[in-house]
């Protein structure tokens, strides 16, 4: 009997990322750890590989590591298909979107900073949609919205200084 | 350096946007008004809303004996109650609205009321 061997062929891409995932999937996991204030607030720094994986490769690059990474740390965390699973999905998926956009605004004016607050707010939208309209279907969830919007504010910020120091390290700015 | 400050012009403009967005939702959202009126549910059912802005002590007798509402001064309280764990005697006085205090062994809730519902975890 002879051993069948499946043989995917990858790309320069495909390795890239790869390690890319691999690095916001090891983030996402010290991340998980560490104490939170209330639940949701999180500095959400693997979406600091997101918008690297955007400047410096292309957008497709930047869906593939954020999916990735979304569908990895829940499985690895025990989390899969989860309500906090389901969360972060919505609020990545979200996330992309406002980045496919705001990609498109002129590079002389917006750094990743400006894009890493727009991206954490997209994030923390859809997270709050998607409690109101599963979770917690009542009103009530909009005493929330202003603690939520100031922590998207305070590490979009952090994490888009971050991205804009490792572009600009890496000379992709 | 005169390009790095452009570089940022337009970040700082979705920084100032999101700082007033934030304002505003603080604004809108946590705003706590002083409620006017108290609504008393007794069994299931409204026993009766009554003015904050009178000294009134109020006796309902239920099934463990009488709950003691007291309204002084804009504020209001359940001053004794039958009850063994005394939850609702020892949250003490209320008068923002949606603010309550409930009484469940002796069926007696009371809920500040203003001209708009606030919202809270009880509504859900």
Known sequence: MTRSIIKIKTTLLDHQIAQLSAIAIGLSLIESVLPSPMPGVKPGIANIITLYAMYRFNFRTAIWVSILRVFATSLILGQFLSPTFMLSLAGSLLSLLTLYFSIKLPSRFFSPIGLSVLSSFAHITGQLLLVRLWLIPHASIYYLIPIYSAAALAFGLINGWITYRLLKHHNSI | ?124
């Open chain 2, 1 to 124: 350096m005169k390009s790095r400050s452009k570089i940022f012009l337009g970040d700082s403009l979705i920084i100032f946007i999101s700082l007033i967005f934030i304002i505003f939702t603080f604004k809108t959202f946590w705003h706590f008004e002083t409620g006017s009126v108290v609504q008393v549910n007794f069994q299931g059912k409204t026993y009766g809303n009554f003015s904050l802005f009178q000294n009134k002590e109020m006796s309902l007798i239920g099934k463990e004996g009488e709950s003691i509402i007291e309204i002084k001064e804009g504020r209001v309280r359940f001053a004794k109650s039958p009850c063994k764990n005394q939850y609702c005697v020892q949250q003490g006085w209320i008068h923002f609205t949606g603010q309550m205090l409930i009484c469940i062994p002796n069926e007696v809730s009371i809920e500040v009321l203003g001209k708009t519902k606030a919202y809270d975890s009880l509504n859900y």
